[in-house]
């Protein structure tokens, strides 16, 4: 019979465990969503200089770390500040 | 030309490969709501307690769930902790127990999660739905939804409680966990008749008929920040400095008798590693007494930071038992 939660502490506890399985195709799909979502909202900051571009592109993904509840993935993305 | 604080001199016209974290929820994480008090709260503590650092969310998404965040340096505490001498544990433990005693002074007008808001074109913060791991194991999760039971915000302890009692109605009542109930535990007593002495249990709870709330304001106790899941591998460390607090996704406002339980630093993976936590839970509780004497806590605040927990929420948030 697995135990009840915690009572005291919100989350339960859980195992955490490693992988080595390729990355998957739907985890390199939210990659390049989400660059391209941080990209589209640093171009439109207020703070960034109208003389300034900003570009963000998706290098590589990797696995990072597994918890109770998250599977927590490492974007490498390349960053270019650049005069127009 | 100003520069902006996004760009250096040193970036013009360079092209640099930098890091962020890609979080993904797994399968049986309430979502929305799991996903949406993590960037919620994070904002809150960002805005409210600066001192709490935590990593900066960029972007996230719903469908498919998924949030963008500041890639933090450092070690994991759990890592780090043998290692610490005597003294940098005191030090460290005193860094913990500000952060407790900061959470605690943060009050809420009721019981729940944050959802982020966006009142006349103001981005902040609200009260929403709790996010708690006893309302998601063993199938509970399926109902974590309006139409099931009440999962929150609460504007009283007391109706947290009826809540609870709600969801469990429903989780031995309803055909879509049918599947899921453990009948182990139902060898002497039927469903149908547990789920009776549960309604019969709420009922008295709601008249105050019951002994539990006969004994204990549950309604005056002030409502705080709790991280919900604070210990040794969800804080990054930088030697005895904190770079960063990670997954508030179970933070919510909770009573203040809920606030501290200690905080697990090192894996619990062997007897010894048990002995470290025990220790330096018992002086990590000391050094706290001393942090929020000094910074003016009340008697009361003091005797329900270092009770055992209110006992109503203790019977209600641990699983059902028909025995």
Known sequence: MDSAPNIRKNAPTTPRSSTTSP??????????????RVSSAKCGASGVDNDLKEELELVDVDFLAEGGYNVVWLIKYRHKVYII | MQLSTQATTD?????MVKRLVLRVPKEDALLPHQLLNEVAFRGFVTKNLPSILVPKVHAYNLTPPWIVEDFIEGTLLSTLWPRYSEHEKEAVCRKFAKMVAMLGETTFGGIGGLVPSNKNGRQGTELGPTVEGCKLFKGRGKLHAPEFYNIGPYKSAKEYVLAYYDKEIAYYSHPVTAGDIDMDLFEKVQVADFVETLRRNRGNLQRGTDHLSADNNTEEEPFVAVHGDFHGRNILMNGTEVNAVLDWEFAGA??????????????????????????????????????????????????????????????????????
């Open chain 1, 23 to 36: 990355i998957p195709a739907d985890i390199l799909q939210n990659a390049k969503l989400a660059i391209e």
């Open chain 2, 11 to 15: 970036e013009l016209g360079l092209t």
């Open chain 2, 254 to 323: 909770y009573p203040l008798s809920e606030l501290f339980d200690g905080i697990d630093v090192v894996e619990m993976d062997s007897e010894e590693m048990e002995e470290e936590n025990d220790k330096w839970n018992a002086r990590l509780r000391m050094i706290l007494k001393e942090v929020v004497e000094e910074r003016g806590w009340g008697e009361r605040e003091k005797r329900l930071l270092f009770s055992d927990g209110n006992p109503v929420l203790q019977t209600v948030r641990i699983e059902m038992f028909p025995y």
